[in-house]
């Protein structure tokens, strides 16, 4: 007689039954809080951080005739063409971890063409996080922002600053956060985001991005769990 492996019909069935993982977009101006917010958010809720920037400046530092091509974009505060953007994100948001843990796209769709492009790959947030501060806070928080090269932790001089000279040290500048620069993003931001923001008004949720990084996660952490517990209430899953 032949035995039955109830546990590997359990796993099937926990497999079939476990929630799609979230798919999570956050938009905002040069500084608004993205990577900050990213940071608290991949900590918690264990999505992969997906920035376009950071592929950015990897295909940049890569040395590809891509990443020159990008980089004289950038130094100009204006959007890489979709040609190059779209299928690095595409590529990315197709690996493993990504479908597995779910994504967290950040600074990515940044014009219509670009969320349109990704919808063509079937890829659709369950939510759109857009962060909104003060154009002259920007600004300040972009001259002040310095890097950890070796956390990826992002500081400010004044707001934020390294908890030790070790760190103050090796701390870098990103080459586009000079004051000129980061009103040519801002400039290149406001250009994009009603267009964005029209592919996506019936899951967006607008965020004051001009408060403590806590309590901008606070609220932002509000929103996730609320989603995940109608999912694990909803008929659907009741059902299934
Ligand atoms: N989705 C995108 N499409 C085209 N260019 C992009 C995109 N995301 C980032 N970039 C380029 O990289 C630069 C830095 O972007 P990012 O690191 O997200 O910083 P920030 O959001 O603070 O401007 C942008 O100014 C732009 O030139």
């Not at 920035?51 to 005739?65: H, N, Q, T, V």
Request: contains cysteine.
């Amino acid at each position: 007689m032949r035995t039955v492996n109830f546990g590997y019909i359990l796993q099937v069935v926990a497999a079939e039954k476990a929630e799609p993982p979230l798919k999570i977009m956050i938009s905002g101006a040069p500084a608004s809080g993205k990577g900050t917010q990213c940071e608290l958010i991949t900590q918690k809720y264990g999505l992969v951080h997906i920035s376009a920037g950071d592929l950015l400046r990897a295909e940049i530092a890569s040395g590809s005739e891509n990443g020159k091509l990008a980089k004289e974009f950038m130094e100009k505060g204006q959007l890489v063409p979709d040609d190059i953007v779209v299928m690095m994100v595409k590529d990315r948001l197709s690996q493993t971890d990504s479908e597995q843990n779910g994504w967290l796209l950040d600074g990515y769709p940044r014009s219509s063409s670009q969320a349109t492009a990704l919808k063509g790959f079937g890829f659709q947030p369950d939510l759109f996080i857009l962060l909104e501060v003060p154009e002259d806070i920007l600004i300040e928080r972009v001259v002040g922002r310095r890097l950890d090269p070796v956390t990826g932790k992002i500081y400010h001089l004044k707001y934020s600053p390294p908890e030790t000279e070790e760190i103050a040290a090796r701390l870098t500048q990103r080459f586009d956060d000079t004051e000129d620069k980061a009103k040519l993003r801002l400039k290149t931001h406001n250009q994009n985001v009603s267009d964005v923001l029209s592919m996506y008004d019936d899951i967006t949720i607008k965020i004051k991005g001009n408060r403590s990084k806590e309590e901008v996660f606070s609220q932002i952490d509000t929103a996730l769990s609320q989603m995940l517990q109608q999912r694990n209430t909803s008929p659907s899953s009741l059902s299934s």
